[in-house]
């Protein structure tokens, strides 16, 4: 079956009709703002390092801290007795 075509342009009453309702607001995790990364300098790490105490180091060592680890390693081997 063919349909004439009466005009390209809808009127406004047709435009009026296409109009879409608003939307329910959908169910949607919320958004996470992102974090902001701060970077630390090299002779800022090694300032913080030499200032830490060493109580601090040794809890560092014991949660997994490989540098914690080797300035415990070195610290022992100093005041080691000598034979």
Same mark, same amino acid.
């Given at each position: 079956?063919? /349909? @004439?075509? /009466?005009?390209?342009? %809808? =009127? %406004? &009453? #047709?435009?009026?009709?296409?109009?879409?309702?608003? !939307? @329910?607001?959908?169910?949607?995790? @919320? !958004? /996470?703002? @992102?974090?902001?990364?701060?970077?630390?300098?090299?002779?800022?790490?090694? $300032? !913080?390092?030499? $200032?830490?105490?060493?109580?601090?180091?040794?809890?560092?060592? &014991? =949660? =997994?801290?490989? !540098?914690?680890?080797? $300035? $415990?390693?070195? #610290? &022992? &081997?100093?005041?080691? %007795?000598?034979?």
């Amino acid at each position: 079956m063919i /349909t @004439p075509v /009466t005009s390209s342009n %809808p =009127g %406004p &009453a #047709e435009v009026q009709s296409k109009t879409v309702a608003p !939307q @329910p607001p959908q169910s949607q995790a @919320p !958004q /996470t703002t @992102p974090a902001d990364t701060v970077t630390i300098s090299a002779a800022k790490q090694i $300032l !913080q390092e030499s $200032l830490e105490t060493s109580s601090q180091t040794a809890k560092e060592a &014991a =949660g =997994g801290d490989a !540098q914690a680890r080797r $300035l $415990l390693a070195r #610290e &022992a &081997a100093d005041h080691a %007795p000598i034979k």
